[in-house]
């Protein structure tokens, strides 16, 4: 499979190792060829890695991911150029966070979630939102939190979200670890968990902590 990663911060870079090391071919993405990180990243992974511009990754991956900051997500895909988009889907791991003195924030909650944003703007897209509630070391490897813990997803398309569920069962989150919300207006709880996570990782002293969800 073809991947496509859009931002080449820790985010985007621990996921496209993982999934080069699972044999998929990845090219990581940002605003033009050449990006110093980007190529540094190439030159460790070996010939399964690429780079190229965000319109590079649109066009080359049959599956996308979008691993860049929040606030820049929009400007992201638009750079990356709508021709590419038809029925491609694009695994949504960001958080719309925003940084000022008095704290971190969303940028968007409650009645719109970036999730949201993204699929309305970009309907060629099958938008699928997952992974945004774990540190990115945890994304690729559950495993680091021990025992059973949840992983959730949600976004309209149904097969998107099999296909989503079917990637993350590669990374290593068991079936019965993935907890389907429904419609992409569920990543409005998603995105939102980013300020308990921050909480928690606080009282906590480790990134390497998950929410596991008991019930009957």
């Known amino acids: 499979m073809q991947f496509g990663v859009f931002g080449t911060g820790e985010v ?3 996921l496209a190792t993982k999934l080069v090391s699972l044999g998929h071919e990845v090219m990581l993405g940002s605003r033009h060829r050449g990006n110093e990180k980007a190529a540094a990243w190439r030159q460790r992974v070996g ?3 690429r780079e190229g511009s965000f319109a590079d990754v649109a066009q080359f991956g049959n599956i996308l991911i979008n691993a860049t900051g929040g606030q820049i997500s929009l400007a992201v895909l638009d750079a990356a150029g709508v021709a590419s988009f038809p029925g491609k889907l694009l695994i949504d791991v960001s958080n719309p966070l925003q940084f000022a003195d008095s704290g971190v924030s969303l940028q968007v909650c409650n009645t719109d979630s970036l999730g949201e944003q993204i699929q309305r703007t970009y ?3 099958r938008v699928v939102k997952t992974l945004c509630t774990v540190n990115n070391q945890v994304m690729v490897n559950p495993s680091l939190v021990p025992g059973q813990h ?3 997803l949600c976004g ?3 097969s998107a979200k099999q296909q989503t569920a079917s990637i993350l069962q590669e ?3 068991p079936a019965e670890s993935c907890m389907d919300l429904g419609d992409i207006t569920a990543a409005r709880a998603m995105e939102m968990q980013i ?3 921050l909480k928690i990782s606080a009282v906590v002293d480790t990134l390497y902590f998950n929410l596991h969800v008991i019930h009957e």
């Open 12 to 14: 985007g870079q621990t």
């Open 195 to 197: 300020l308990l996570w």
């Open 156 to 158: 309209n398309d149904s």
């Open 47 to 49: 010939p399964m890695g």
């Open 123 to 125: 309907p060629e897209l």
């Open 150 to 152: 949840t992983m959730f």
């Open 171 to 173: 990374l290593g989150w």
